[in-house]
Nanobody, 124 residues
Framework: VQLQASGGGLVQAGGSLRLSCVAS????????MGWFSQAPGQEREFVAA????????HYADSVKGRFTISRDNAKTTVYLQMNSLKPEDTAVYYC??????????????????WGQGTLVTVSS
């Protein structure tokens, strides 16, 4: 599976960005998808996950009410809409795929495939 993330950039605090991640190589609708973030010098952290059909989602407490994960199985793409951004959201954001999993995973080692990351910088 190849995952290509895009959409990062520089934004002021309070602004918005939408990240996209296009998947190829295996049946997209058989994969739960997730987003993780990694700030400089920090460990990779869970941000959000979405089930195969898009009917279930889960968020880290730090982004609830501000970020929305969604997917379009016809376009084999998962999105992360990021609103009300804060300087502490600054990180490289990675999309990840969990092949044929039942529950939504929140730890990185449960995911089978990873994209290359896209940098989000939020200025104060």
């Amino acid at each position: 599976v190849q995952l290509q993330a895009s959409g990062g950039g520089l934004v002021q605090a309070g602004g918005s960005l939408r990240l996209s991640c296009v998947a190829s190589g295996r049946t997209f609708s058989n994969m739960n998808m997730g987003w993780f973030s990694q700030a400089p010098g920090q460990e990779r952290e869970f941000v959000a996950a979405i089930g195969r059909s898009g009917g279930t989602t889960h968020y880290a407490d730090s982004v609830k009410g501000r970020f929305t994960i969604s997917r379009d199985n016809a376009k084999t793409t998962v999105y992360l809409q990021m609103n009300s951004l804060k300087p502490e959201d600054t990180a490289v954001y990675y999309c990840a795929a969990d092949w044929w999993a039942g529950r939504l995973a929140t730890v990185s080692y449960d995911y089978d495939y990873w994209g290359q990351g896209t940098l989000v910088t939020v200025s104060s």
